[in-house]
């Protein structure tokens, strides 16, 4: 039979009870087991011992219980039997021991009282608590007339609450005629009992509507105090109140009312005691009065407060301990103190105790003959009482039982018998409380049963612990042994634990202890046993997490999360933000292993969590997401600290947008001079907002403010007021002032104009002032305004003059201005260098030499030298004649020069002049020189005229260039093979009158590589190459390709081929229509067609036309001198023929070796038609296509 397979997830066996109390066997809940199985009642639910009942409802007293068979119930009132049969408005509701009292027409008071639920079978009675039924009360208040409270200003008071006992007791608050609720200070405090005390009054505490509420919490009603009047007098309106009614003009002195030092009023002297429950709230209170209000204070004589269950409440007034235990016992001093005195309250606490569990009783199930303990053990102080009860009877009162013995708190049962079933009750009492406790004895006798479902599936994560689940029932307690697959030795010891109940722990769950798992359940009476599956998976992991963010608005962020799973379990990745759900927002796109949020906004700034998820573990990494932007601009921005040339700027920053502000930049227009022109002032650090900023005269301020984070700027701030400078004279003059000549006889002074800030006031102009240097001691002058530069002329050539400009507006002159030494204008230089001479240092350079001119002569500044050389001719008589200038400059006062890049064996001639920024002075006489020989140049041209077998003729030209008298040439060669290795290098010399040479006995069908030269006496010139091939066969030269070993030429050969073949087929089909043919006709129509050329008009083969046939193939090409390169490979459609023949097609396109014609003729044919162009097929052609 197929196992049905329940999974689940290994979690869930770290809820299993592993433990067991002696031999105690625990009944199973399963109702197919209780079914046959005889069990005492037990109480399942019952209403709480304090039970405050709603007068406005019906009373329901719950009582429920199990057992086997079903119990009966039945109640107690005030310790009496209580006999609902005989009151109609009490009914029990059915299958339960739940009573429900309807108190329509009746009061529930009468219904008051201490109630008892007992639950009977055959096999005991289990009793509940005692529930004690009281119901809610929430009097009105008293009626009561308020009198007006008129107090002097700075005493203490206490206003009144006394609401009306009610049950439970009411919450209190005061309130005034708009239902708000008082304000309340360290001064003015609501204590614990409702009161509302001063610890000094004021004048603005006078109120007409001083309202205590009280709220009922189990009626849900509020009732209220009547309004208290209160009128605070200070001492002026005592004296005024006074002196009206004794007529007297000063009763009580002037000034305020005294001080005073801090008084308890809660609890009232230095020391005080209270008690409390263990379990409970602690609430101590201190409550003072004085003048100033006192400052609270707490502490503890033996030790800390504990920190996770202290707190201190209501203005330090209130000190409160949760979940009260005997630790807590001690002395909590309360310090009160004001700038007069300090007092100390003390209170002792202690701390009593209801009775608490320390060991509940537990239901035995036992075999006949078996031993038990019921051990009921509570604590409390002072120290509770243990009684016991049997089936709610006294057990002293009970029938003797010789196998049971009572000691203390512990009943020990020894050898039960079949019959001995029975309820025991367990009560423990002191004067604070009791418990109650019920616990049966079944004696039974049962084979065992494994109650853990058949062939269960556990399934849990690799590393992680595995808990193999075996619940089982029988009487006496079966043993559990466990098994894996078909082991036969029991699992015990690492890595297995077996618990108490059965349950079988691997520690660390590895691949490996996958499988089979037996369980075994034994006892004297029988055996059961049930097989479970463990499956072992691998852990899910985020092998990539997503990474921190920081975007700018409107971009796009994408978070990427990779997982690894395991393949067998279902994956879900979830996506939070800041541990919530994604915004619902169709900008969030969730992929498989990536989040994408585009066209950010502020809003999504956050911690963002993938979780992955599956039905055994998760894995989850998290990433924030920092949005940023440009800061908004600065706000407020103030002018403080007016002086004539400062002023300080004081602003708010706007939001950062989460990138912090690295400096604020201070912009200013002049509305005087440049209205709308914001220029940058200063910038100062982004940790500032305050700068003192430096300011110019006559002019009309008004700043803003930039900030710049990481973004970028922030928009401006808002102007701030306008700010105006008085003028003054100029602080300045202006800069960039130069002086030279545009001619010859003047002197041409500049200077950059200043702005209308750099002005400083109204009136600008320039004094320009000038002086010959070193001659004239009394400056010339000029002032002029609206201009930025002046000519002075009738000025000496070439001359310095110390120049300067100076400021000056209407309220005064600037500062001395800077001289600046300039020159008047330029002229052509007079006299030509002297002394010049060359010195010839190889074929291609020369150096020239010349004295220096006189620097009078030069006229200007002094910018070089320029030479001039040019090739008049070569030396040689067959070059031409060349004309051709080249000028070469020598920048500064320099006396020689390198002339480079000359042409060898060559007359040269030159001069020299000497220039300046005017320009060039007179040349100097021309004198020549000669280079000496050289060597040649490349020969003009190297070509192949003539392709033997064995032999090839080479020709030349002689250099352009022959920088000398040419002695001969070499020429080297060396044989190329198919892998473009070189062979063995050969050298020829030639005499220099030869143009043409041929080479004797060479390889037939061979490529060669030729190097070629010229010499003169200073050696051998650079090489020329050319690379040609022998013919192969006394073919016509072509230039070879090895292409037959190409992807496009072996496509390109079979197309061909099939066009071939369609042809045939055509031509056999038009000439044999309606018959078959022989194969003589066969042999016809396949001839060799390189023999036999096609015919248009019938489809055979016919002569050759010279018209055309000598033209190439299209696609090859002719090489220029008739030179041949050739490349790796000799084979032709020829080769696929097989024996040399002709390779031919039959009409499915494979070859027909009898078809072949013969391969002498062939060569025969192709020897005369050498010189013609060749065929389709020619083997030659074919191997010319490049």
Known sequence: MERARTRVGA????????????????????????????QPPTITQQSPKDYIIDPRENIVIHCEAKGKPHPSFSWTRNGTHFDIDHDPKVTMRPHSGTLVVDISGEKAETYEGIYQCTARNEHGAAVSNNIVIRQSRSPLWSKERNEPIRVQEGVSLVLQC?????????IIFWMDFNFQRLPQSSRVFQALNGDLYFSNVLKKDSRNDYICYARFPHTQTIQQKQPITLSVLNLDAINETVAALFNETDFFSDGSAEERKPTFLIPSGSSSSKMVLRGQVLELECITEGLPTPEVSWSKLSGEFPDNRTSILHFQKLLRIVNVSEADAGEYHCTAHNRLASVLHTIRVTVKAAPYWISTPRNLVLAPREKGLLICRASGTPKPTITWAMNGIPIENSPEDPNRKVEGDTIIFEEVQTGSSAVYQCNASNEYGYLLSNAFINVLSETPRVLTPANMVYQVIRNNHAFLDCSSFGSPIPKITWFKDSQSSTLEGDPYLLHENGTLEIYVAQALNSGQYTCVARNTLGIAENHVYLEVKEPTRILKQPEYKVSQRNRNVVFECKVKHDPTLIPTMTWLKDNGELPDDERFLVDSDSLTITDVTENDAGTYTCIMNTT???????????????????????????????????????????SPIHKFVIQYTDSLHQHGHWHNLTDVPGSKTTAFLKLSPYVHYTFRVLALNAVGLSNPSKPSHMYKTNPAAPDENPSGVEGFGTEHDNLMILWKPMSGLQANGPGLQYKVMWRQKDVDKDWTSVTVANVSKFMVSGMPTFTPYEVKVQAINDYGIGPE??????????????????????????????????????????????????????????????????????????????????LPGLQPYSLYLFNVRVYNSK??????????????????????????????????????????????HLTGYTLKYQPVNSSNELGPMEELALPANKTSVTLPNLKYSTRYKFYFNAKTGQGAGPVITEEAVTIMDEAVPSRQVDIATQGWFIGLMCAIALLILILLIICFIKRNKGGKYPVKEKEDAHTDPEFQPMKEDDCTFGEYSDTEDHKPLKGSRTPSYRTVHRDNSDDSLVDYGGDGGDGQFNEDGSFIGQYSGNSSTRETAVGHEHSEAPSPVNTTAMNSFV
């Not at 979690?11 to 005889?38: C, K, Q, S, T």
């Not at 706000?635 to 004081?650: A, F, G, M, R």
């Not at 030298?865 to 008589?877: A, D, G, I, Q």
Request: glycine share 8%; charged share 20%; no cysteine.
């Open 11 to 38: 979690a869930v066996f770290l809820m299993l009870i592993l433990g067991r109390l002696g031999n105690a066997l625990e009944v199973p809940l399963d109702p197919n087991i209780l079914e046959g199985l005889p």
């Open 162 to 170: 006394r609401p009306p006992a009610g049950l439970p007791p009411p």
């Open 616 to 658: 055994l573990d998760q894995d989850s990494a998290s990433a924030e997401l920092t949005v940023v932007e440009q800061p908004d601009p600065p706000t407020d921005l103030e002018l403080t600290d007016l002086k004539p040339k400062s002023v300080q700027l004081t602003w708010i920053p706007g939001d950062e947008h989460n």
């Open 817 to 898: 201005p800077a001289v600046v030494t300039g020159h008047s204008g330029e002229d052509l230089p007079l006299q030509a260098p002297d002394s010049v001479q060359v010195l010839v240092l190889n074929s291609t350079l020369a150096e020239v030499h010349w004295e220096p001119v006189p620097p009078k002569t030069v006229r200007g500044l002094l910018k070089g030298y320029k030479v001039y050389y040019w090739r008049e001719r070569s030396l040689h008589k067959h070059n031409p004649h060349h004309v051709k200038q080249q000028v070469l400059t020598f920048s500064g006062n320099k006396s020689h020069g390198m």
């Open 919 to 964: 320009g060039e002075g007179p040349a100097s006489s021309t004198l020549q020189f000669e280079t000496p020989e050289g060597v040649p140049g490349r020969p003009s041209f190297l070509r192949i005229t003539n392709s033997n077998l064995d032999s090839l003729t080479l020709e030349w030209g002689p250099p352009n260039d022959h920088n000398g």
